[in-house]
């Protein structure tokens, strides 16, 4: 949060109307969040928040899949064209 502090005025923040956070301390979360949620967050999770709709939901955030595993995708997808295919 510090460094976002050096980047951005706390005015500027507000105009962000949709926020993710991760565990911080209470003071940032609610700098953050206007809500100190975010310091009793677990490993794993994270808050979404929408400003305009006024919610604030937990959730997990996942990272992108492995190339491995998109290639393993794409020859499913390859694999099951080839048969529709053959069957016209």
Request: no cysteine.
């Amino acid at each position: 949060m510090t460094n976002l502090n050096r980047s951005l005025e706390r005015r500027v923040l507000r105009e962000l109307g949709m926020r993710v956070a991760f565990q911080m301390s209470a003071e940032d979360s609610a700098n953050l969040l206007d809500s100190p949620l975010a310091s009793k967050l677990g490993p794993y999770r994270a808050l979404f928040y929408d400003e305009e709709a006024g919610q604030l939901e937990k959730f997990r955030p996942y990272g992108p899949p492995s190339a491995g595993w998109l290639e393993w995708v794409r020859a499913q997808f390859a694999s099951q064209r080839l048969k529709e295919e053959q069957r016209k």
